[in-house]
């Protein structure tokens, strides 16, 4: 297992207005800029000031499916596109890791192979995939289907096109590139492979038309939480973001994790596991209460109440409100959220015995909640060493001035305690977050790392 004496990994969130649902009403938030750059410029350039290893940066392929009159009254309906947003922010950063979300329900392998190697040769290998295989009816709909495919029929597809592009990333063997003028050989035709997969789902000839990616290939990102995402995570997974609402079910999480990549026959060393704990900093504990309840304040009730419904995909007008949440029954597909998302907020309700009203009406976003610098810090510590995660995943309630609070307010302290660095070790987001370069399939030795 990973060893509790470094440092972390840690990464930014940044989604359009803040995870908080009301925070893009704050009197000095950028959050209502959706498509301006220079916010997301400063909060990239901010996170990197303080040594954050990832910029994660999540998508939809939908507007949020709320009804317009509700979808009017929050921040969720534009976002930019984050392969193309990644590529921005790739100019205008120089060590921070870099992550962009695309389907593969929804994409071609070659394509994409294409687009997310492109992205790591220009940064300089500093980009991960975050693989997702889209989850409701709705995204569905923009792309000629009627509903989305079941489960295990998407995730049965998703491995294929993972398969594809890791093929095709491999397509040049590392010291193929010759670049010889004298003798007018560019590269070892010995050492370039057509990958000619045919599949259930993809056919693909290949080779890619690219020098393999400078990590060889990039990091593999997941956040599966049901049955087959564990499994899809465990085999594949290399950087995995969990939504857990306890320490002990995080442990839970943890130990399915690495205990997977076991299974798979992988090293678990070689799966990197981060939490996600996203409090509202202060000061004192006093004043992350103002900010939260600033923010909370702002919630519209309406939009709070069918939110909650389209998060579970359920309705939710059957269940009494003031008594405490009962099990509820989730739908295989639909409109809901991801069940990772869905798990957590039914789990935390148990957890802290909240009633319905208290569930329905405290939809803020994910597991945000007020901390002083000092207790947040405290927090951090105890998850990571006690093996609850390898780092943390922190979905920026508001924007810019959260990833500012946590950079000036909580990261000095985190730095004493040795749970984040001083400096980057490495050029790369793999050396960075202490993950080996993957061996060329077609090579005879182990490029050197």
């Known amino acids: 297992m990973v060893r509790r004496n470094g440092p972390a990994v840690w990464a930014a969130f940044l989604w359009p207005g803040g995870h908080h649902h009301g925070a893009w009403r704050l009197p000095n938030s950028t959050g ?7 916010n997301y410029k400063r909060m990239a350039q901010e996170a990197e000031r303080g040594k954050f290893d990832v910029i994660f940066l999540g998508d939809r392929l939908d507007a949020w499916p709320l009804p317009s009159e509700y979808l009017a009254r929050t921040a969720r309906a ?17 060590r921070i890791g870099l992550v962009a979300t695309a389907s593969t329900t ?46 295990p029929d998407r995730y049965a597809k998703a491995q294929e096109f993972l398969d594809v592009v890791t ?55 997941q956040a ?41 026959g992988r090293d678990p060393d070689d799966v990197r596991v981060l939490a996600s704990i996203n ?27 069918i939110f909650a419904e389209l998060y579970f995909g359920i309705d939710l007008s059957r269940y009494s409100m003031d008594e405490l949440v009962p099990e509820i029954e989730l739908p295989e597909v639909g409109r809901g959220m991801p069940r990772a998302h869905q798990e957590y907020m039914l789990n935390r309700a148990r957890d802290e015995k909240l009633t319905m009203r208290e569930l329905v009406y405290g939809f803020n976003g ?7 610098a000092e207790a947040a810090a405290d927090e951090f510590q105890e998850w990571y060493e006690s093996e609850a995660c390898d780092g943390f995943i ?32 490495g050029t790369t987001m793999r050396e960075n977050i202490g993950l080996t370069t993957p061996a060329n399939r077609y090579a005879t030795r182990v490029p050197s790392h």
């Open 32 to 38: 209502a800029d959706l498509m301006s750059f220079g």
């Open 78 to 94: 534009a976002r930019l596109e984050t392969i193309t947003l990644t590529a921005a922010l790739a100019a205008v950063t120089d």
């Open 106 to 151: 929804f994409s071609e392998p070659f394509n994409l192979a294409r687009q997310i190697g492109s992205l790591d040769h220009l940064s300089g290998g500093r980009v991960g995939w975050n693989v997702v295989t889209s989850y409701t009816d709705d995204q569905a709909h923009n792309y000629g289907l009627e509903k989305i495919p079941a489960r």
């Open 167 to 221: 093929g095709l990333w491999d397509s040049f063997e590392d010291d193929a590139m010759l670049r010889d003028k004298e003798s007018g050989q560019f590269f070892d035709p010995a050492k370039f492979h057509a990958l000619n997969h045919e599949g259930q789902y993809f056919k693909v000839a290949g080779p890619l038309n690219m020098e393999r990616p400078p990590q060889g290939r990039p990091v593999i990102c």
């Open 224 to 264: 599966g939480a049901s049955k087959e995402g564990i499994a899809f995570a465990s085999r594949n997974g290399e950087l995995l973001f969990s939504v857990n609402s306890s320490i002990d079910r995080a442990r839970d999480y943890y130990r399915a994790i690495k205990g997977g990549a076991v299974a798979a």
């Open 279 to 305: 409090p509202v900093i202060g000061r004192t504990e006093e004043e992350a209460q103002e900010k939260y309840q600033a923010m909370q304040e702002l919630l519209d009730d309406d939009v709070s109440r």
């Open 366 to 372: 994910t597991n945000i909640y007020p901390r002083s």
């Open 394 to 425: 922190l979905q920026i309630s508001h924007v810019p001035e959260g990833v500012t609070d946590f950079v000036e307010l909580v990261v000095p302290i985190l730095r004493k305690r040795g749970l984040i660095r001083e400096e980057y070790r």
